[in-house]
């Protein structure tokens, strides 16, 4: 280990921690290129602050990866402006804030590994982490995420959003059934990005030996509820409104984070096998907050590409997929590949069956890892395709009943994979 990596902070930073010496809640705020919205990020925290934990000593840290855009020149010179309206008592201590660069691999997962290291020096009972580019944050966020663990005992809460239908396509068709049925737990937003957690809890992750992995990169959050559920932490999830921020067009953005999200579920699956192996079902966890409906922006998704990439995957990486795939879920895809745009269905019971394949391939090392979840991404589009074709007119709840059916298919394969995953390893 070099001499600097030894030195947890900037001196800078350490001077303030110092000063600062002991506080009560500490406030991430991880960062890349986010000018344009961090400012309104962190007004709506500090007003939180001021509004429900007045007399809590709290730190705000803006834990940047490097950016080229002046973001933390805005969180320096952010004041609380329009929302001191909003505030029932003042503040009785100052809010502090700490704006400084991240260590180690880019990515979210080392931004929060830093915000993690300040929570312990300044021993914070509770902390908070948000999104940089969250622009429905509002003040009532502190109190939920925060509230649970310093007044109801909680270690982690998740949030839970209402979302455009088409925002969270990685969540929907896969990490929320995928951990459901694996850990018993159902935590709407697994990978939300916004959460909130106990001091303990921060010491818990900062110990773990993960941060050369993709957790420091898109892999935390799901890293993050995982760890809390497995480490028997009391686990809650409070309703947060709308998720509104620069969502992206599946069919075009979300391919590097869908290797690394899924890539650490797999991982996790690898370390955990002795826990998720015993739990069967699910249970709901602990919701606080007043739930309603909300306005969302639209997003556009260009399904066309999709089903391109998928029946291009299917023709470019059909032996990949056949090594993959058990034989019967490899049919079943190809047949897919073959059908018309209108009527193209991408059934639930051969996603789970592609999933759960995919998951024992990783297991199993069938091929190199990268070049598996690589070999994911078509399918993924092809079945995000399918979910877009089949939901195109349908409402919030009936969008949410299409989720949960699929998840109940995950959960009752379940015992398949099992069964499985300590197996011989079947026939390419």
Not at 76 to 105: E, K, M, S
Not at 185 to 205: C, E, N, T, W
Request: proline share 5%; glycine share 8%; hydrophobic share 45%.
């Amino acid at each position: 280990m070099s001499s600097a990596e030894k030195k947890p902070f900037a001196d800078e930073v350490e001077r303030t921690l110092r000063e600062i010496g002991r506080a009560d809640l500490v406030v991430g705020i991880p960062s890349y290129n986010n000018a344009r919205t961090i400012g309104h990020v962190v007004r709506a925290v500090m007003a939180g602050l001021a509004k429900y934990f007045p007399d809590h000593v709290a730190v705000i840290v803006n834990s940047d990866g490097g950016s080229k855009d002046g973001t933390p020149e805005v969180v320096r010179q952010t004041a609380l402006g329009d929302y001191r309206t909003v505030l029932a008592a003042h503040p009785l201590r100052p809010i502090h804030r700490l704006t400084t660069p991240y260590r180690g691999v880019p990515g979210k997962g080392s931004a929060l590994r830093l915000v993690f290291e300040i929570a312990v020096r300044l021993q914070a009972r509770a902390c908070a982490v948000v999104d940089a580019d969250v622009r429905s944050i509002t003040p009532e966020w502190m109190d939920l995420l925060l509230s649970p663990v310093v007044r109801e005992g909680f270690d982690f809460v998740a949030p839970l959003y209402r979302r455009h239908k088409y925002d969270g396509t990685i969540t929907n068709s896969i990490v929320y059934p995928l951990t459901r049925a694996l850990y018993g737990k159902r935590v709407r937003q697994p990978i939300g990005g916004d959460f909130g957690f106990s001091g303990r809890l921060a010491a818990h992750y900062l110990a773990q030996d993960v941060w050369h992995t993709d957790v420091a990169r898109f892999g935390v959050d799901i890293w993050m509820t995982t760890t809390a559920i497995t480490g028997g932490f009391r686990v809650c999830q409070a309703f947060l409104g709308a998720k509104i921020h620069d969502a992206k067009d599946p069919s075009v953005d979300l391919s590097g984070m869908l290797m690394q999200v899924v890539g650490s579920v797999f991982d996790l699956m690898e370390a955990n096998f002795p826990i998720w192996a015993r739990v069967r079902g699910s249970e709901p966890v602990p919701t606080f907050g007043l739930e309603y409906e909300v306005g969302l922006e639209p997003i556009r998704v260009n399904v066309e590409r999709m089903l391109g990439i998928f029946r291009l995957g299917a023709e470019e990486l059909k032996d990949l997929w056949q090594r993959i795939l058990s034989a019967a879920t490899f049919r079943q895809v190809q047949q897919l590949a073959e059908s018309q745009d209108v009527a193209f269905r991408f059934p639930s019971d051969v996603w789970v069956a592609v999933i759960y394949d995919f998951a024992l391939a990783f297991h199993r090392r069938v091929i190199h890892r990268d070049h598996l979840l690589q070999a994911l991404v078509p399918l993924y589009l092809g079945r995000t395709a399918s979910f877009v074709l089949e939901t195109s007119e349908s409402t919030a709840d009936e969008v949410e009943a299409v989720i949960e059916a699929l998840c109940q298919h995950f959960e009752e394969r379940k015992p398949e994979l099992v069964a499985q995953w300590e197996g011989p390893r079947a026939a390419g």
